[in-house]
């Protein structure tokens, strides 16, 4: 999480520029149940599938009235142990014998049986190699541990922020997100698994230390045996108490962005003769969301997005927005009839890379802007942000705003968790960190469409986006 993502940064310039008067403050996947454990059929095939989010009229299909359970016998497996951003391997490491099966029966041995029994869990992902097959192994997996209902993005696909973004609308209990985030992606990279909680923010130091723990005693997989979902169309499919729906990967992401930004506005900007746009996707999860949401909802011109569409392996490409793996934007940017504006999220849509015409925007200092100018050009933070937060590498640009504007202010260790602590306590609107991550309260994930929309609201009453930075006096 990726056919309408956009960072929050992104949209944010949008806004500024857009309007708001100017501020000093700147094949199928499947799988075979045996005695001995959890065996792919087939390998997913080497062919790379393009993913396109689009709409079709969604379907109920009933399944029989009660499911059977599976005790699989399994041992523990080394190397599980949850980092910051979830479990990351190779794709071949996932694909031994109950790797996966096993991490996620751990985790539902390490959460309270009130955060699933019959419970509503969300599952997406970048649509890298593997995804499919994982998803059905997921969903299996948590109707044999009770799970009431799985909600999946069509084909597998949704964006980091969106997976948030899910939970959050829907009254989730958590939700997996199936990313190796910038890492590259096909049968010889990575693959990677993670959990968020109810608030939609990464699970806590304190769940994935029970997971961990649970790896090295697990003795047995609860398995469902149900037939694989088709995760190629919206629907419901129902099998007892359990369902599975599939949605459109993109709508209520976008409901909410229309509820944080004034899409009017941003039009307006991008509608201007005098304003160019460009947008690389890195034919990664974005992609998805970059057409519905910056072409059919704002209008920007089809050709304003490059690398468009989601591939498995992300076209032999490294979805990591920097100014290295990024170069083909960077060249068209740096040109002297270049756009006004780029930008280019990661392989899940939660980091952003920021350019306007022959100049770069460090992490560091995006997040500053964003922070100087949100009350003034983004509805959702008219009342003014709550509090700002950086994480201890991220340069000290931002603390110049929080002292300027008076406000509440945070330096939290690496780990988008910590910042979602204090989203939840109420403390904190705006934070950013060092690796290309920018965010607010509207989800706990950083999000990289968002961002985009938000330097568009920047930038809207502004004559060049270089003003932004030349007339802020806070660093």
Known sequence: MTSTYTRFDTVFLFSRFAGAKYSPLLPSPSFTLSTSGIHLRTKPNSRFHSIIASSSSSSVVAGTDSIEIKSLPTKPIEGQKT??????????????????????????????????????????????????????????IAAGN???????????????PAVSAVIRKRKANGGFIMSASHNPGGPEYDWGIKFNYSSGQPAPESIT?????????????????????????????????????????????????????????????????DFGFMFDAMHAVTGAYAKPIFVDNLGAKPDSISNGVPLEDFGHGHPDPNLTYAKDLVDVMYRDDGPDFGAASDGDGDRNMVLGNKFFVTPSDSV????????????????????????????????????????????????????????????????????????????????????????????HCLTAFQEILRHLDLW
């Open 209 to 273: 230390d029970k997971i961990y723990g649970n790896t090295l005693s697990i003795s047995e997989i609860k398995v469902a045996e149900i037939p694989d979902i088709d995760l190629s169309n919206v629907g419901v499919t129902k099998y007892g108490n359990f369902s599975v729906e599939v949605i459109d990967p993109v709508s209520d992401y976008l409901e909410l962005m229309e509820e944080v930004f004034d899409f009017d506005l941003i039009r307006g900007l991008l509608s201007r003769s």
């Open 146 to 160: 009770g799970v009431g209902q799985i909600l999946v993005g069509k084909e597998g696909i949704l964006s980091t």
């Open 83 to 140: 980092g910051t951003s979830g479990l990351r391997k190779k794709v071949k490491v996932f694909m031994e014998e109950n790797y996966l099966a096993n991490w996620i029966q751990a985790l539902f041995n390490s959460l309270p049986p009130e955060d699933y029994k019959d419970a509503t869990l969300v599952l997406g992902g970048d649509g890298r190699y593997f995804n499919k097959e994982a998803s059905q192994i997921i969903i299996k």
């Open 368 to 459: 500053a802007i964003i922070a100087a100018n949100a009350q003034e050009a983004i509805p959702y933070f008219h009342a003014g942000p709550k509090g700002l937060a950086r994480s201890m590498p991220t340069s000290g640009a931002l603390d110049r705003v929080a002292e300027k504007l008076k406000l509440p202010f945070f330096e939290v260790p690496t780990g988008w968790k910590f910042f979602g602590n204090l989203m939840d306590a109420g403390k904190l609107s705006i934070c950013g960190e060092e690796s290309f991550g920018t965010g607010s309260d509207h989800i706990r994930e950083k999000d990289g469409i968002c961002l985009r929309m938000v330097f568009r609201s920047i930038l």
